[in-house]
């Protein structure tokens, strides 16, 4: 990119490295830039790795509903909540591969699986490896979400033919005693570091609007940007409130403040994408397109995010034709 393009502010920076040693001191910085300056930076990063007219577009499909035995304040999945999700079973393979040949129908690249568990049971875990090799077979990347992994599970799942795993941070480490017991930061890090070490890609981001402050959020993408190797994949949600759980009253934040962590985090973790997850069904068009601005390139498509609702796809198409943006191949 031509120097002359760029504001004083951004001619300092080492635009687009990717690096793995972010301080917190340099994620606040980012988060205190005034709006245009962080934007901007964020835009330039993300046209050095990505065409920013395209979207990646994944689906997701709860394969295994409710009766969780975690304590996640934000989930209407816990059976400790009284949220309306009731527990169900394990779908049958036949019924997940009719759902991935519709998303690929419907314009899916990816096909993720999620699961309801604390950690899959190995009885359970031959299933869903031969729903991958399924899905995988239908020409779809395949991605699964099923709690905690031990490093022999990672390696069947890689096996099976699993592209991704997602598992995310949720938040900081200090912040994170107020939303998860039943499981601590240091597991979620373990079982990353088995996923990588099976040779899946990471899936990993966290949720805001749990309450949290700033400095919840700086930890959050600082950490996340001082794994080993940044994920893949980095989700970001917006809290979507469910009736029931601990966080149903937790206060708004500001749209504003979501797409300066969707920047943040494009800034930080130059080469991944950047996924505007959870909590779309609530933002507007213009949060959605200041969001792909600040470096967002990937949505979840279909009517469902797991048991929360997600925009339906002909609304997302509109946007995405509004804004002349187009999915990834
Ligand atoms: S987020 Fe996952 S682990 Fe936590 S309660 Fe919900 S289903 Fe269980």
Known sequence: MDDR???PHARDLDLGAVRHDWTRDEVRALFALPFPELIFRA???HRMHFDPTEVQISTLLSIKTGGCPEDCA??????RYDTGVK???LMSLDAVL???RAAKDAGASRFC?????????????DQVCAMVAGVKALGLETCATLGMLTPEQAHRLKASGLDYYNHNLDT???HYGAIITTRTYRDRLDTLGHVRAAGIHVCCGGIVGMGEDLEARVGMIATLASLPEHPESVPINMLVKVAGTPLAHAGALDPLDFVRTVAVARICMPKSVVRLSAGREDMGEETQALCFLAGANSI????KLLTTPNPERDRDQRLLDKLGMVPME
Do not use: N, V
């Open 172 to 174: 900081s480490p200090e």
């Open 74 to 79: 934000y989930c209407p999945q816990s059976a």
């Open 5 to 7: 393009t760029l504001s």
């Open 87 to 89: 527990a169900e079973k």
């Open 43 to 45: 835009q330039c990063i």
């Open 113 to 125: 699986m999620g699961a309801a568990w604390r950690e899959p049971k190995d009885r359970d875990l």
């Open 98 to 100: 009719a759902e991935a």
């Open 300 to 303: 979840f498509y279909g009517p």
